[in-house]
């Protein structure tokens, strides 16, 4: 028997003989192409914006692995890198709450879900702005999340009030200092996160130029016995916070080792600083597993943290699937499969049960996309939520003989929907925010139609007016951050179709749409290979016309409906058009009902439930 042939019937084996070891319902992996790890002294998985998506994608193959499969995966990497003689590190880099039914849909949000997470040893841990956002949120990282992972847990520049004693107290340890058991390499580590404003007032996020002036900080990057410096941060890896990290460490350090694990953006991304210092991002929602190695690393106090001759750097995203992870850990059915990971897998499944999280709102008659199709279009999701249920949702609330424009932001949206079931935790995965919407009565409707030209064409001019509101905060983040846009053809192919591995290494036309990252280190970092998904980018925001046609007279005056989270850049652009607004001028809209509830409602009532 050929190589090629071995690999292709490995490949299937191990995905007929893993595929059922994630959530029921959960689909089948893919066979494809995969790259394989190179490995080093120094290993680390990474995770980053899980955002609740602990049970996987179960419309998505790719993604279809869930939290107890990856806490097998760990173990499993772990006992590799021990036969290796090498080390491996977890990194978790924050925003594991809000965003999917798992985290959002418990009361209070989270129980479930903090729990789970307890259940993986991660050796560097930190908050991101999602923590924060709610004061009882920012509580619970304190006084729950934190303690779970001791000293691991680190905020370099994050204070919060001690809900006991009333006290400003540091999140969590500023920073640690390790020895890794095989290889013996002395780490400093620390846990930033990016410049944020949104908090809830009972935290404190002191800006990263700031909090690198601070004495510990300087005092601890001096530290003399030290191979690496490791940084992790719900930072993007390009972005002012992190360049100046690196360039105070390398005022005072100018030849060791520095590794970076960020997130926030949600997207794939490798950076290289310099040639010691490298930076790692690793997606969103549980899609990506990061994978980094670095070689040539002076350890045990040999050397005094000069790096040896031969330093190297290495990345690969995992797509978070039984596929990937039965070849990169060697294992099959019997040997992949761990209690501890089959324990928390069948905790989501009951968890999932309790929350009634597969509970059927409608089925979906087609997908819909936010990025992958272009808008305005029959694939939009914003075309769809524009044209459909935003007339739906004003007109049940609007005022008699009135006419209403109603305005939504693109990042309000943060995820598509599928052909298919749409369920209770399809609603949260669709948006997961809890604001609703506000109304402004009897605008002179000569503004109000200018209020989304300006918010989506006239960003500086907004943004010279007021600096804090930056109009890229309004579509979703992976537009916010694409560093390029993709048209391809393939975006109408279904996921769920199976594809065999031997065809696919035969014929690239036939290779599964799915990640095809760039980045510092090139076009090889994905583990799976894939072709290119669709890439479209959004608007700011959408805007719904009620009670207004091209062929009636236009109203003088109308009511400007809009989420409570563009508030402000929706009375900043009525101020710039000379109406003199101000928030107690809003009223609350549709009985203060988060936009999550109404659109589930508009499913309920106009979608077949029969699938």
């Given amino acids: 028997m050929d190589r090629s042939s071995a690999v292709i019937l490995f490949a299937l084996f191990t995905l007929v003989s ?26 680390f998985l990474h995770t980053t914006d899980v955002h609740g998506w602990h049970a996987g994608h179960l419309q998505e193959p790719s993604y279809s692995a869930d939290w107890g499969d990856y806490i097998s995966f760990a173990h499993h990497m772990t006992s590799k890198a021990g036969e290796l003689g090498a080390d491996l590190l977890l990194v978790d880099t924050g925003d594991r709450v809000e965003g999917n039914g798992l985290y959002d849909a418990s009361d209070p949000p989270g129980v479930f879900t903090s729990d789970l997470v307890r259940r993986l040893t991660i050796d560097v841990i930190c908050s991101g702005n999602h923590e924060l956002y709610k004061q009882n949120t920012s509580e619970r990282e304190y006084t729950v999340t934190a303690p779970n992972f001791k000293g691991n847990y680190l905020a370099s520049n994050i204070d919060i009030i001690d809900p006991k004693s009333g006290d400003w107290v540091p999140l969590a340890p500023r920073y640690r200092t390790f020895t890794t058991p095989n290889q013996g390499v002395r780490i400093l580590a620390l846990g930033f996160l990016f410049d944020f404003t949104g908090n809830a007032n009972n935290t404190i996020v002191q800006p990263v130029e700031e909090t690198i002036e601070e004495k510990w900080f300087q005092d601890s990057i001096r ?61 969103r929602y549980m899609e990506t597993i990061g994978f980094m190695s670095i070689d040539g690393l002076t350890s045990a106090g040999k050397g005094g943290g000069a790096p040896k001759s031969g330093l190297s750097f290495n990345r690969r995203y995992i797509d978070n699937n039984l596929f990937s992870y039965g070849h990169h850990s060697g294992r099959n059915a019997t040997t992949f499969p761990t209690e501890k990971g089959g324990n928390v897998t069948k905790l989501i499944s009951e968890a999932r049960k309790s929350l009634k999280l597969d509970a059927l709102q409608g089925c979906a008659p087609q997908n819909y996309w936010l990025n992958r199709a272009p808008y305005p279009s029959n694939d939009s999701i914003l ?58 009565k009897n605008v002179p409707f000569a503004a109000a139609k200018q209020v989304i030209t300006l918010i989506n064409n006239e960003g500086p001019i907004l943004e010279a007016a007021a600096p804090e509101l930056q109009v890229s905060s309004l579509v979703p983040p992976e537009q916010r951050y694409a560093r390029y846009d993709l048209f391809e053809e393939t975006a109408s192919r279904d996921l769920a179709d199976q594809q065999p591995l031997s065809v696919a290494l035969r014929n690239e036309d036939s290779l599964k749409p799915g990640y095809t990252t760039t980045d510092d280190g090139g076009d090889d970092g994905d583990d799976t290979v894939h072709s290119a998904l669709s890439f479209y980018r959004v608007p700011n925001c959408v805007q719904a016309e009620v009670g207004i046609s091209e062929s009636s007279e236009e109203p003088s005056k109308v009511d400007l409906v809009y989420l409570e989270f563009i508030q402000p850049y929706v009375l900043l652009a009525l101020q710039y058009l000379g109406q003199d607004y101000k928030e107690d001028d809003t009223r609350d809209f549709a009985a203060r009902k988060s936009f999550t509830e109404l659109i589930s409602a508009w499913v309920g009532e106009h979608w077949d439930k029969d699938c």
């Fill in 383 to 440: 075309s769809w939520l524009g044209d459909k249920v935003l007339p739906d949702i004003v007109k049940q609330e609007a005022r008699e003989n009135t006419s209403t424009l109603a305005i939504i932001n693109s990042g309000a949206l943060r995820f598509d929907i599928f052909k298919g079931p749409f369920t209770v935790d399809t609603t949260y995965s669709v948006s997961p925010f809890t604001g609703g919407f506000r109304r402004l």
């Fill in 223 to 283: 530290i003399k016995e030290l191979d690496l410096i490791l940084v992790i941060g719900h930072v993007p890896v390009r972005s002012k916070e992190f360049t100046a990290i690196f360039n105070a460490i390398r005022k005072v350090r100018w030849d060791i080792p520095i590794q970076f694990f960020g997130g926030h953006t949600h997207i794939r991304d490798f950076v290289k600083y310099d040639a010691g210092a490298y930076a790692l991002e690793s997606g």
């Fill in 18 to 43: 893993l595929g059922r070891a994630a959530q029921p319902g959960a689909p089948l992996p893919f066979s494809a192409p995969l790259r394989e790890l190179t490995w080093g002294q120094l290993n």
